[in-house]
């Protein structure tokens, strides 16, 4: 029963519309990063190949950042269809299990997250045949140099992502709110990374880097353009530490879900009525709109702002718009707390250009989480 409901997980989502958008998207980008010098992603150095190993592994580190939404798409439709579709019911109804239906599916999408990030490797050994490209840029084709950090570095943490994910959308059945979760570890994690900033801190950055990045960094971290040309670090140190304690992490998150999350309970009404969690009422009068007014500009003028006024106030009086809001004051004060801008620790003065550019850091990427759910509803 389990590997029945992969593949049929399998078979769902890889029809999906976002299925084939992902999979174009994150193989153009690594395309062209590969093709074009214009597009990089994080920049490989001087005289580092592109085909080489720690090229490679850095941009597939780089790109596993980005994926964390890619997991949060596919999971989080795994994990909430059911409820969604006002489909829980029927389904739990029959005498299914708690193994098969949680893991079953899990399995399944999970499959669909590797596979669209398998097009990250694929894209890079493509561009590295195609005609127009400087040669002197790229060395031999070594298929290990591809599945090395491909096995090593990214499923573990993709694996932790998809834990995480599924953990959140199960226990509470939303997808905002497990968007908001991923927000959530987004900030803790940039912050952590920054607060730990300073020599002293390095190892234990490294070890809490739930993608690998630091850790992979602190093993090569001293390595020649020709080590970094034809090595691959050995599992040992910081970087195996980092390894170990992220997938330990993430069969614990398996577990959790599997002993704590009861998916029969009925979802919790807080104490009010469910005919009272209906949309607020227009009143016509008080909007000034009558169904018998003249069409024209002013009349659709007085439409756009009863509109505009009304998804205002669903939106500003929501608790994923506060919690957004608070996420955003609590990254605002992590990046006054670490100064990006500071030089050999010296604190620059709050002038007006650090202060702007501070709220721009903090706002970056909760400005895209919102313009994407909020657009998107």
Not at 15 to 39: G, M
Not at 119 to 145: D, K
Not at 308 to 324: G, H, T, Y
Request: with cysteine; hydrophobic share 55%.
């Amino acid at each position: 029963m389990t590997f029945t409901l992969a593949r049929f997980e399998w078979r769902y989502l890889r029809r999906l519309p976002s299925f084939y958008v992902t999979v174009v998207t994150f193989f153009a980008l690594t395309f062209l990063a590969t093709v074009i010098d214009q597009v990089q992603i994080g920049g490989p150095g001087a005289n580092v190949l592109l085909n080489g190993p720690w090229s490679l592994a850095m941009t597939l580190l780089i790109m596993s950042l980005f994926a964390m939404f890619l997991v949060a798409n596919f999971i989080g439709n795994t994990a909430t269809r059911d409820w969604t579709s006002q489909m829980d019911g029927i389904v739990f109804s029959t005498p299914l299990k708690a193994i098969p239906y949680l893991w079953g599916r899990f399995i399944g999408s999970l499959a669909v997250v590797l596979v669209v990030f398998a097009t990250v490797p694929l894209a890079i050994w493509l561009g590295s045949l195609m005609p127009w490209v400087n040669e002197e840029r790229f060395g031999p084709t070594v298929f290990a140099y591809y599945l090395w950090p491909y096995l090593v570095l990214v499923v573990p943490s993709l694996l932790f992502c998809a834990a995480l994910c599924y953990a959140l959308a199960i226990a509470t059945r939303s997808m905002m709110a497990m968007y908001l979760g991923v927000v959530g570890f987004f900030i803790l994690y940039f912050s952590a990374q920054g607060l730990l900033s300073d020599p002293q801190y390095r190892d234990l950055a490294a070890l809490l880097d739930p993608f690998g990045i630091g850790a992979f960094a602190a093993a090569t971290r001293y390595w020649t353009a020709f080590e970094r040309n034809t090595m691959l670090p050995a599992m040992e140190g910081v970087l195996l530490y980092n390894r170990l304690l992220w997938l330990g992490l993430s069969v614990a998150l398996i577990a959790l879900t599997h002993w704590l999350v009861d998916l029969r309970r009925q979802p919790r009404t807080r104490g009010r009525d469910k005919a009272s969690d209906k949309a607020p009422a227009i009143d016509p009068a008080a909007a000034r709109v009558s169904a018998t007014s003249t069409p024209g500009l002013a009349t659709n003028l007085a439409r756009l702002a009863l509109r505009s006024r009304f998804e205002m106030a669903q939106i500003v009086k929501s608790w994923p718009f506060i919690i957004l809001l608070l996420l955003t004051v609590f990254q605002f004060s992590n990046i006054l707390m670490y100064d990006p801008n500071s030089w050999y620790g010296t604190d620059p003065w709050p002038i007006t250009r650090y202060m702007v550019d501070y709220i721009g850091w903090a706002f970056e990427l909760i400005m895209l989480i919102i313009i994407a759910y909020y657009t998107a509803e």
